[in-house]
C-alpha cells in the first residue's frame, strides 16, 4: 500500500461469479475501525492517555519529532484495542483514518507513526527505567480516575497467575511444568469490575506467587487511606502465612483456597462418610467451620470445608478456605466462588487484546509490551462497564471488539468537517448514539453559576 491515497496501481479486481464486480482498496478513505473513534471519546471523557504526558519522559533531544509522545502512545494501545497486538501492522494503520483522527496532531493531514517509529517507540522510548515504571503505575492511575467519577463502596482484589508461551530463544523464558509449555508467567491483580489493577511479566520457572509483594503492595498503598471494605481472594498458591499476616496488617478481609492435608481432612471426618440411603440424583452439598494452626502459621485461624457428593461418584469433592470472614460457611464459599471471575478476564485479556504476545527477544521489552495490552485492556473494560446500553451490557471484549471496534465506515472530507459514513450492522445508529450519551455523563460538569 505505498501509494499514500490506498489505491491499487493495478486497477480493480473483478470476480468471477459476478463480473458486475469491481474490487478497490482505499485504504486512506475507508476504514474497518471506526468504532474505535467511541473509545477515543470514553479515554478523552476520563482524560486517560492526556496523562502520559506528565508521567512519561521524552528521551528525544531534537526538535523534528513528527509525533509526539501521546500519539505514539495512543497508537500503541488503540492498536492493541483494534486486535493488532504488535506493530507490525503500523505502516496500515497509520494511513487508516480512524487511527490518524485518534491519534491527532500532525497524523489527522498525513499518517500516524510507521512501523520503525512505533518499534523504537516500544522498545527504546519505552523500555527505560523511568518510563517503565511509569506504565506499570498506570493501569492504577487509570482507575482512580474512573473510581473518582463512580466511587466504589467496597474493594475486591482477585490474585492469579497465567501462562504466556513462548516461542524461540527469548529472555527469561523457561520449561513450566504446570502448564506443560515453554512460557512467561505473568501476575496479575484484578478488582471486582475486571479492571486489571497491576500486573507483572515474570519468567517461565517462577512459582504462581512469586513477587507477590511487589504486585499486591502498590495496590493495597492506593486503596488504604481510603473508607472502603477492602477483601482479597487468591488460589492455594497465596496460602502462605506472609501473606495472611499483610492482608490483616492492612485491614483486608481474604478467602484462601487451602490444600488439603491429614490434619484437616480428620477435623472433617464426620462429613465424609457416604450418606445412608439411596445415592441422591442431585449434588448433596455440607459445610463445616473450625479453627486450625499450620506448622508456619503464628496462631490458629478459621478454615471452612466445602463437601459435595456428586451422583455417580465414589468419593466426596472436598475443599478448604482460611479466612477472616465472620460470615457463615455457606457465604463465605459463595464469596470465595466469585474468583473464578478472575480467570474469565484473562481469558478474555488473551482472546481480545491477545496480550500473550510477547515475542520480543529481549525481556524488557515484552515487559512494555504486557503494560500496554493491559491499558488497552483497561480502557476496554472501560467500556464495557460504564458506557454500554442495559441491551448489549452483557457482551464481553471479544463481543465489543468484533461489533463495536470492527465497524466499516467511509470517509467523506468537507471544508470544515469530516464525516465517517458508518455501516450499521451489529451497531445501528440508536445504540452507538446511547453509547456516545453515557460517555458524555462521564464527563467533569462545571461548577454551577454563582446565584
Same mark, same amino acid.
Given at each position: 500500500?505505498?501509494?499514500?491515497? *490506498?489505491?491499487?496501481?493495478?486497477?480493480?479486481?473483478?470476480?468471477?461469479? =459476478?463480473?458486475?464486480?469491481?474490487?478497490?482498496?482505499? +485504504?486512506?478513505?475507508?476504514?474497518?475501525?471506526?468504532?474505535?473513534?467511541?473509545?477515543?471519546?470514553?479515554?478523552?471523557?476520563?482524560?486517560?492517555?492526556?496523562?502520559?504526558?506528565?508521567?512519561?519522559?521524552?528521551?528525544?533531544?531534537?526538535?523534528?519529532?513528527?509525533?509526539?509522545?501521546?500519539?505514539?502512545?495512543?497508537?500503541?494501545?488503540?492498536?492493541?484495542?483494534?486486535?493488532?497486538?504488535?506493530?507490525?501492522?503500523?505502516?496500515?494503520?497509520?494511513?487508516?483514518?480512524?487511527?490518524?483522527?485518534?491519534?491527532?496532531?500532525?497524523?489527522?493531514?498525513?499518517?500516524?507513526?510507521?512501523?520503525?517509529?512505533?518499534?523504537?517507540?516500544?522498545?527504546?522510548?519505552?523500555?527505560? =527505567?523511568?518510563?517503565?515504571?511509569?506504565?506499570?503505575?498506570?493501569s492504577?492511575?487509570?482507575?482512580?480516575?474512573? %473510581?473518582a467519577?463512580h466511587?466504589?463502596?467496597?474493594?475486591?482484589?482477585?490474585?492469579?497467575?497465567?501462562?504466556?508461551?513462548?516461542h +524461540?530463544?527469548?529472555? *527469561?523464558?523457561?520449561?513450566n511444568?504446570?502448564?506443560?509449555?515453554?512460557c512467561? %508467567?505473568?501476575l496479575?491483580?484484578?478488582?471486582?469490575?475486571?479492571?486489571?489493577?497491576?500486573?507483572?511479566?515474570r519468567?517461565?520457572?517462577?512459582?504462581?506467587?512469586?513477587g507477590?509483594?511487589?504486585?499486591?503492595?502498590?495496590?493495597?498503598a492506593?486503596?488504604?487511606?481510603?473508607?472502603?471494605?477492602?477483601?482479597?481472594r487468591? =488460589?492455594?498458591?497465596?496460602?502462605?502465612?506472609? $501473606?495472611?499476616?499483610?492482608?490483616?496488617?492492612?485491614?483486608?478481609?481474604?478467602?484462601?483456597?487451602?490444600?488439603?492435608?491429614? !490434619?484437616l481432612?480428620?477435623?472433617?471426618?464426620?462429613?465424609?462418610?457416604?450418606?445412608?440411603?439411596?445415592?441422591?440424583? %442431585?449434588?448433596?452439598?455440607?459445610?463445616?467451620?473450625?479453627?486450625?494452626?499450620?506448622?508456619?502459621?503464628?496462631?490458629?485461624?478459621?478454615?471452612?470445608?466445602?463437601?459435595?457428593?456428586?451422583? +455417580?461418584?465414589l468419593?466426596?469433592?472436598?475443599?478448604?478456605i482460611v479466612?477472616?470472614?465472620?460470615?457463615?460457611?455457606? &457465604?463465605?464459599?459463595?464469596?470465595y466462588n466469585?474468583? *473464578?471471575?478472575?480467570?474469565? %478476564? $484473562?481469558?478474555e485479556?488473551?482472546?481480545? $487484546?491477545?496480550?500473550?504476545?510477547?515475542?520480543?527477544?529481549?525481556?524488557?521489552?515484552?515487559?512494555?509490551?504486557?503494560?500496554?495490552?493491559?491499558?488497552?485492556?483497561n480502557?476496554?473494560n472501560?467500556?464495557?462497564?460504564?458506557?454500554?446500553?442495559?441491551?448489549?451490557?452483557?457482551?464481553?471484549?471479544?463481543?465489543?471488539?468484533? &461489533?463495536?471496534?470492527?465497524?466499516?465506515?467511509? !470517509?467523506?472530507?468537507?471544508?470544515?468537517?469530516?464525516?465517517?459514513?458508518?455501516?450499521?450492522?451489529?451497531?445501528?445508529?440508536?445504540?452507538?448514539?446511547? !453509547?456516545?450519551?453515557? !460517555?458524555?455523563?462521564l464527563?467533569?460538569?462545571?461548577?454551577?453559576?454563582?446565584?
Amino acid at each position: 500500500m505505498a501509494n499514500p491515497e *490506498g489505491e491499487s496501481v493495478d486497477g480493480p479486481l473483478r470476480l468471477d461469479f =459476478d463480473r458486475r464486480l469491481k474490487l478497490e482498496f482505499h +485504504g486512506s478513505r475507508i476504514t474497518t475501525d471506526a468504532g474505535l473513534l467511541a473509545y477515543r471519546e470514553l479515554d478523552d471523557a476520563l482524560g486517560l492517555t492526556d496523562m502520559v504526558g506528565d508521567e512519561l519522559v521524552d528521551p528525544r533531544t531534537g526538535k523534528n519529532g513528527q509525533h509526539v509522545l501521546t500519539g505514539l502512545f495512543r497508537q500503541s494501545v488503540f492498536g492493541r484495542l483494534g486486535g493488532y497486538e504488535d506493530v507490525n501492522d503500523a505502516d496500515r494503520l497509520g494511513r487508516d483514518p480512524a487511527m490518524r483522527w485518534i491519534v491527532g496532531g500532525r497524523a489527522v493531514a498525513k499518517q500516524a507513526a510507521s512501523t520503525s517509529q512505533m518499534g523504537r517507540f516500544e522498545t527504546e522510548f519505552l523500555a527505560g =527505567d523511568e518510563n517503565l515504571a511509569a506504565l506499570v503505575d498506570l493501569s492504577g492511575q487509570w482507575i482512580d480516575r474512573v %473510581h473518582a467519577r463512580h466511587p466504589p463502596k467496597a474493594i475486591v482484589l482477585d490474585m492469579d497467575s497465567s501462562v504466556s508461551p513462548t516461542h +524461540g530463544d527469548q529472555e *527469561g523464558t523457561a520449561y513450566n511444568g504446570h502448564f506443560a509449555c515453554t512460557c512467561y %508467567h505473568p501476575l496479575f491483580v484484578f478488582n471486582q469490575f475486571g479492571d486489571l489493577e497491576r500486573s507483572e511479566l515474570r519468567p517461565g520457572n517462577v512459582h504462581s506467587a512469586d513477587g507477590w509483594r511487589d504486585v499486591l503492595e502498590p495496590v493495597v498503598a492506593r486503596y488504604r487511606e481510603r473508607s472502603l471494605r477492602r477483601y482479597f481472594r487468591g =488460589d492455594a498458591a497465596f496460602a502462605a502465612p506472609d $501473606i495472611y499476616e499483610f492482608l490483616e496488617a492492612e485491614g483486608y478481609k481474604y478467602t484462601i483456597r487451602l490444600k488439603a492435608n491429614a !490434619i484437616l481432612q480428620q477435623s472433617i471426618a464426620y462429613l465424609l462418610t457416604r450418606p445412608v440411603g439411596r445415592p441422591s440424583n %442431585h449434588v448433596v452439598r455440607t459445610h463445616a467451620s473450625f479453627s486450625y494452626q499450620a506448622g508456619s502459621w503464628d496462631r490458629k485461624r478459621r478454615v471452612v470445608a466445602k463437601v459435595e457428593w456428586h451422583p +455417580g461418584e465414589l468419593c466426596p469433592r472436598v475443599g478448604f478456605i482460611v479466612t477472616n470472614l465472620s460470615r457463615p460457611a455457606t &457465604r463465605v464459599v459463595a464469596f470465595y466462588n466469585q474468583r *473464578g471471575t478472575a480467570e474469565q %478476564h $484473562i481469558k478474555e485479556g488473551k482472546n481480545a $487484546i491477545v496480550w500473550t504476545r510477547l515475542s520480543c527477544r529481549k525481556f524488557r521489552n515484552n515487559e512494555v509490551r504486557l503494560q500496554l495490552h493491559a491499558l488497552a485492556y483497561n480502557l476496554g473494560n472501560f467500556m464495557r462497564t460504564l458506557a454500554l446500553p442495559e441491551a448489549v451490557k452483557h457482551w464481553s471484549l471479544t463481543s465489543l471488539k468484533e &461489533r463495536l471496534v470492527k465497524i466499516g465506515a467511509r !470517509i467523506v472530507t468537507h471544508g470544515r468537517y469530516v464525516t465517517f459514513q458508518m455501516a450499521e450492522v451489529a451497531v445501528p445508529r440508536g445504540l452507538f448514539e446511547e !453509547i456516545l450519551r453515557l !460517555i458524555a455523563q462521564l464527563r467533569p460538569q462545571p461548577p454551577p453559576a454563582p446565584a
